[in-house]
Nanobody
Framework: VQLQASGGGLVQTGGSLRISCAGSGFTFDDVTIGWFRQAPGKEREGVSF????????YFLDSVMGRFTIFADNTRKMVYLDMDNLRPEDTAVYYC?????????????????YGQGTLVTVSS
Protein backbone atom coordinates (compact mmCIF):
# COMPACT_ATOMS: atom_id res chain seq x y z
CA VAL A 1 0.00 0.00 0.00
CA GLN A 2 1.24 3.43 -0.92
CA LEU A 3 -0.22 6.86 -0.38
CA GLN A 4 1.48 9.70 -2.21
CA ALA A 5 0.49 13.18 -1.11
CA SER A 6 1.17 16.33 -3.07
CA GLY A 7 0.11 19.93 -3.42
CA GLY A 8 1.15 21.59 -0.19
CA GLY A 9 2.72 25.01 -0.16
CA LEU A 10 2.63 28.56 1.09
CA VAL A 11 -0.53 30.63 0.81
CA GLN A 12 -1.76 33.87 2.33
CA THR A 13 -4.66 34.11 4.74
CA GLY A 14 -7.90 33.82 2.84
CA GLY A 15 -6.29 31.95 -0.01
CA SER A 16 -7.00 28.51 -1.43
CA LEU A 17 -5.02 25.36 -1.94
CA ARG A 18 -5.66 21.82 -3.13
CA ILE A 19 -3.82 18.83 -1.78
CA SER A 20 -4.02 15.44 -3.42
CA CYS A 21 -3.35 11.85 -2.47
CA ALA A 22 -2.74 9.01 -4.89
CA GLY A 23 -3.43 5.54 -3.58
CA SER A 24 -2.03 2.28 -4.86
CA GLY A 25 -1.74 -1.32 -3.78
CA PHE A 26 -5.25 -1.67 -2.40
CA THR A 27 -8.87 -1.79 -3.48
CA PHE A 28 -10.07 1.77 -3.48
CA ASP A 29 -13.81 1.10 -3.52
CA ASP A 30 -14.43 0.17 0.12
CA VAL A 31 -12.12 2.27 2.22
CA THR A 32 -12.29 5.44 4.23
CA ILE A 33 -9.57 7.79 3.12
CA GLY A 34 -8.68 11.32 4.00
CA TRP A 35 -6.48 13.65 5.93
CA PHE A 36 -5.01 14.13 9.34
CA ARG A 37 -2.90 17.16 10.17
CA GLN A 38 -0.33 18.02 12.77
CA ALA A 39 0.65 21.56 13.66
CA PRO A 40 3.88 22.34 15.51
CA GLY A 41 3.57 21.45 19.17
CA LYS A 42 0.10 19.99 18.76
CA GLU A 43 -1.38 16.53 18.51
CA ARG A 44 -2.43 15.12 15.17
CA GLU A 45 -6.12 15.61 14.41
CA GLY A 46 -8.53 14.29 11.83
CA VAL A 47 -9.46 16.94 9.27
CA SER A 48 -11.64 15.35 6.62
CA PHE A 49 -12.45 11.86 5.41
CA UNK A 50 -14.61 10.17 2.81
CA UNK A 51 -15.98 6.64 2.60
CA UNK A 52 -15.41 5.72 -1.02
CA UNK A 53 -18.21 3.16 -1.23
CA UNK A 54 -21.01 5.57 -0.35
CA UNK A 55 -19.51 9.06 -0.38
CA UNK A 56 -20.16 9.80 3.27
CA UNK A 57 -17.91 12.54 4.57
CA TYR A 58 -16.55 13.94 7.79
CA PHE A 59 -15.18 17.40 8.47
CA LEU A 60 -13.49 18.80 11.53
CA ASP A 61 -15.70 21.56 12.95
CA SER A 62 -13.11 24.26 12.35
CA VAL A 63 -12.87 23.49 8.61
CA MET A 64 -16.58 22.94 7.95
CA GLY A 65 -17.73 25.11 5.09
CA ARG A 66 -14.17 25.93 4.04
CA PHE A 67 -12.78 22.54 3.04
CA THR A 68 -14.18 20.10 0.50
CA ILE A 69 -13.15 16.49 0.04
CA PHE A 70 -13.85 14.28 -2.94
CA ALA A 71 -12.56 11.02 -4.32
CA ASP A 72 -12.03 9.70 -7.82
CA ASN A 73 -12.38 5.95 -7.40
CA THR A 74 -11.29 5.26 -10.98
CA ARG A 75 -8.01 7.09 -10.57
CA LYS A 76 -7.61 6.14 -6.89
CA MET A 77 -7.22 9.76 -5.92
CA VAL A 78 -8.57 11.82 -3.06
CA TYR A 79 -8.52 15.60 -3.06
CA LEU A 80 -8.89 18.20 -0.34
CA ASP A 81 -9.85 21.65 -1.54
CA MET A 82 -9.11 24.23 1.12
CA ASP A 83 -10.62 27.69 0.85
CA ASN A 84 -10.50 30.74 3.07
CA LEU A 85 -7.37 29.40 4.73
CA ARG A 86 -6.34 30.67 8.13
CA PRO A 87 -2.96 30.69 9.88
CA GLU A 88 -4.28 28.03 12.27
CA ASP A 89 -4.59 25.68 9.29
CA THR A 90 -0.82 25.61 9.06
CA ALA A 91 0.28 22.02 9.55
CA VAL A 92 1.70 18.94 7.95
CA TYR A 93 -1.20 17.14 6.30
CA TYR A 94 -1.08 13.36 6.16
CA CYS A 95 -3.12 11.20 3.84
CA UNK A 96 -4.38 8.04 5.52
CA UNK A 97 -6.54 5.06 4.62
CA UNK A 98 -8.67 2.70 6.68
CA UNK A 99 -9.48 -0.57 4.95
CA UNK A 100 -12.77 -2.35 4.53
CA UNK A 101 -15.17 0.10 6.10
CA UNK A 102 -18.28 1.96 5.01
CA UNK A 103 -18.24 4.17 8.07
CA UNK A 104 -16.54 7.54 8.12
CA UNK A 105 -14.05 7.07 10.90
CA UNK A 106 -12.20 10.18 11.96
CA UNK A 107 -10.11 8.89 14.83
CA UNK A 108 -6.81 7.10 14.79
CA UNK A 109 -5.43 4.61 14.23
CA UNK A 110 -5.76 4.25 10.50
CA UNK A 111 -4.21 1.34 8.62
CA UNK A 112 -1.76 3.24 6.43
CA TYR A 113 -0.35 6.74 6.29
CA GLY A 114 1.44 8.59 3.54
CA GLN A 115 4.23 11.06 3.90
CA GLY A 116 3.07 14.49 4.92
CA THR A 117 2.70 17.57 2.83
CA LEU A 118 3.28 20.94 4.46
CA VAL A 119 0.64 23.64 4.23
CA THR A 120 1.70 27.05 5.48
CA VAL A 121 -0.75 29.92 5.76
CA SER A 122 0.85 33.30 6.29
CA SER A 123 -0.93 36.06 8.18
Amino acid sequence: VQLQASGGGLVQTGGSLRISCAGSGFTFDDVTIGWFRQAPGKEREGVSFIATINGRKYFLDSVMGRFTIFADNTRKMVYLDMDNLRPEDTAVYYCAVLMGTTAVVFEEPYDYYGQGTLVTVSS
